[in-house]
């Protein structure tokens, strides 16, 4: 119990330092189709050619995100996963598009919905546990996760629209399908009619009630947990969208945040880069995709950004943060913007000057294996240990200035990187 104890303390106290000097930004991708999308670009997801097109320009952007380790949650209306069932006779095959991206590490597919039950233009006979079965239907494993939109209060203007929240606190059944029930985890994008007045802010916490006052007050009795979707139309990626400023934008963000956070033990902020299928079959789409990547790499390679998936995120902040009434909301009326050209650091140029920094590594999070610097250049080499927050060893080795190694097979989490010596430091992957 002891050795328990100890290793716990070491933990936090560890956790307490480093939150003193950095808070990184989780980042990912996120889209959603919609019902009418055939509107603006012309495209029938329920025709074998309509759907082969769409299906073309979805696999392109999901390549590049993939190739490069990045992170996509791809949130899904009706109209394509029924594409997908049909087309690719996704119920028996186990490779259709939907169930191939989910399998991935980097992408995650989740439901995105607009119920409209009501014949005529515009409607859908599908509300979200309807789409979690339509999922589960094209071979995910876990449908259970995330609410990909929500209605976060009542409106009148410009149209009557109620919350919708609410009512998912508990398993509801579907409406098409309605011996199918569901409950999502996390809620995340609280929308507004014609988006005029959408729930912009960052951080996590559970919303204690659909009003402008309680919505963003944090209530640890509650079911769901909302994740904080960010700001607006700044971090989009339209096919119009000038990419080299919408990078800068991204990086002035961490380098504000690292700014005006840092200390604070609560701080958790998540960025976005929205996307719209409507996009997709314009010219390079996925290139530009490609090249926010590469734009923003000397931040995902310092660890000032890490790429993270919604719902890892939210693993991430439950390892820190296993009290049920922490929490994090910030608006983003409090965070200023820019498209200036950022200064950024690398930290594959690490300062070596004191004690504590006897070792070093890069990057930080860690995708696939750790670098090592070592002040003193033993020749010999140092041997160096990898433990898991519970203090159980995962990797050992012996490793030189310079040398790799591999941590492919560990699990997403916070391990503790020890030296022979006794100096250990916090790595996230």
Not at 145 to 159: D, E
Not at 180 to 206: A, M, V
Not at 290 to 297: C, P
Not at 322 to 351: G, K, L, M, V
Request: glycine residues 6%; contains cysteine.
């Amino acid at each position: 119990m002891k050795i328990v104890c100890l290793i716990l303390a070491c933990f936090f106290a560890a956790h307490k330092a480093f939150a003193q000097s950095s808070v990184p930004v989780f980042i990912y991708f996120g889209s959603h189709n919609e019902t009418n999308d055939a509107q603006y670009h012309g495209i029938d997801y329920s025709t074998p050619l309509g759907y082969a097109q769409m299906r073309g320009y979805v696999k392109a952007v999901a390549d590049t995100v993939i190739a490069n380790h990045a992170r996509w949650d791809m949130m899904l209306e009706s109209n394509f996963i029924l594409g997908c069932l049909k087309n690719e006779s996704a119920h028996t095959n186990s490779n259709d598009l939907i169930e191939w991206a989910d399998n991935t590490a980097e992408i995650e597919v989740e439901p995105h919905n607009h119920f409209k039950p009501t014949s005529g233009v515009g409607s859908n006979p599908y509300n979200y546990a309807d789409l979690a079965y339509l999922l589960d239907s094209c071979g995910l494993a876990d449908t259970s996760r995330i609410m990909g939109g929500f209605i976060w209060r009542n409106f009148t203007m410009p149209v009557a629209l109620s919350e919708d929240w609410t009512q998912w606190q508990t398993p509801k059944q579907g409406y098409t399908f309605p011996f199918f029930r569901w409950k999502p985890t996390l809620i995340w994008g609280g929308g507004s009619p014609n988006h005029i007045d959408d729930y912009q802010t960052y951080g996590i916490w559970k919303p204690q009630a659909a009003t402008t006052t309680t919505f963003g007050v944090h209530q640890p009795s509650n079911s769901l947990v909302c994740f904080g979707n960010g700001c607006g139309d700044e971090f989009v990626l339209w096919d119009t969208t000038n990419v080299q400023l919408l990078c800068n934008r991204i990086m002035n963000f961490v380098d504000t945040v690292n700014t005006h956070y840092a200390g604070n033990p609560n701080a958790f902020f998540t960025m976005k880069v929205m996307m719209n299928f409507r996009s997709f079959p314009s010219a390079n789409f996925a290139a530009k995709v490609g090249q926010i990547i590469r734009t923003i790499k000397p931040y995902t390679d310092n660890g000032s950004l890490v790429w993270r998936n919604i719902y890892e995120t939210y693993q991430t902040w439950q390892q820190l943060h296993p009290n049920a009434a922490d929490y994090f909301n910030e608006s983003c009326s409090n965070i200023t913007r820019s498209n200036a050209t950022p200064i950024y650091t690398d930290t594959r140029n690490i300062p070596i000057s004191d004690e504590a920094n006897e070792f070093a590594f890069y990057p930080n999070p860690a995708y696939q294996e750790l670098s090592f610097v070592f002040k003193s250049k033993p020749q010999s080499g140092q041997d160096v240990f990898i433990f898991d927050a519970l203090g159980r060893l995962c990797r050992e080795g012996r490793v030189q200035d310079g040398d790799k190694m591999s941590i492919d097979k560990l699990t997403t989490g916070v391990y503790w990187v020890k030296t022979g010596a006794g100096v250990q430091k916090m790595v996230k992957l």
